[in-house]
């Protein structure tokens, strides 16, 4: 008998530990924003290809430091919403505004994940630490607060974008003044426009609930449904400069470029005529799906050599 307890109690301990493990491992996933955070690391290894067109030690390097220092600034990003996250449906169940963690917990852990990111970046280059720090400011103390003070702060906050791939430009051994890493950026940076215009018209009750001041108020759902649909013409107009530019310049890359815009176009033209929440999120699904195929077409060019 007490040997069956035991073995109960042991099954029982296994089970209880197992269950705290993904709890908090959840809260971490959460707080940092993988799924976020995952395609920077993405955009970073896009990046670094595109200068050393090869997969070595140093890029793994650059991508874990870049992707923690990313997890960190997310987490920062959290602690300083926390407040307009309790007010938000969208956003209520995070880690901090459900209680899951306290700010002072979150707070920690994500200076923890910064300095960790920092010192693998300067392990890299004194100059690739500095880009990744200028990547966390810009986020966490100029387009954060700016979010709370005017409708359009999207336009310098889109800088966040087209920075991760230049860290990993410059990690390669790449000038940051070279047109080529130039023009991915900005290709970047014009996405996260209608990624987020997009997201604004999907949840912007919410937005205005958290205190934050949208486009919405000055143009209407079907005027600004149209700003964005420019915008994501715009970036497929925009990609012809990858192929003057010899980043995807193949004959495979063009034709598959060119597809994948023409694609695009004809899904996301629903906007101009229906806009309701559906078609408001496959439109956001088609855009940053279409930017991902890209990114891969990108990294097969300059390691496999399609032609």
């Known amino acids: 008998m007490p040997i069956t307890t035991t073995a109960n109690n042991k099954i029982i301990n296994k089970e209880s530990l197992l269950k705290k493990i993904n709890f908090y491992k959840k809260v971490i996933f959460d707080l940092t924003k993988v799924r976020i955070t995952f395609m920077v690391a ?9 200068f050393s067109s090869k997969l070595d030690f140093k890029i793994a390097i650059t991508t874990i430091g870049v992707f923690l220092l990313a997890c960190g600034a997310s987490a920062l990003n959290e602690y300083q919403e926390r407040n307009s996250d309790f007010l938000m ?28 990111g920092s010192v693998l970046l300067g392990i890299i280059a004194v100059k690739v630490m500095l880009l990744g720090l200028l990547t966390l400011c810009w986020y966490n103390f100029v387009y954060t607060p700016l979010k709370y003070k005017h409708a359009l702060a999207i336009l310098p906050g889109s800088l966040i974008g087209a920075l991760p791939p230049i860290i990993g430009w410059t990690s390669a051994g790449g000038n940051i003044s070279e047109p080529s890493i130039l023009i991915f950026g900005t290709f970047l940076f014009i996405w996260q426009i209608p990624h987020f215009w997009l997201l604004l018209l999907l949840y912007d009750n919410d937005y205005r609930a958290g205190g934050f001041p949208t486009l919405t108020t000055i143009f209407s759902y079907k005027q600004l449904s149209k700003l964005t649909f420019a915008l994501i013409v715009s970036l497929v107009l925009f990609s012809s400069s990858l192929l003057l530019h010899s980043i995807a310049n193949t004959f495979f890359n063009t034709f598959s470029l060119v597809l994948l815009g023409l694609v695009l176009l004809i899904l996301s033209s629903k906007i101009l005529f229906k806009q309701n929440r559906t078609v408001f999120r496959n439109t956001f699904l088609y855009v940053n799906f279409y930017v991902l195929l890209v990114l891969i077409l990108i990294v097969f060019d300059k390691t496999i050599k399609f032609s």
Do not use: D, E, Q
Not at 42 to 50: A, K, N, S
Not at 91 to 112: D, V
């Open 42 to 50: 993405v955009t970073t290894i896009v990046g670094y290809i595109l």
């Open 89 to 116: 449906t969208r956003t209520k169940n995070r880690p901090i505004p459900s209680g899951r963690i306290s700010p002072a917990n979150a707070l920690f852990l994500s200076i923890i994940f910064i300095l960790l």
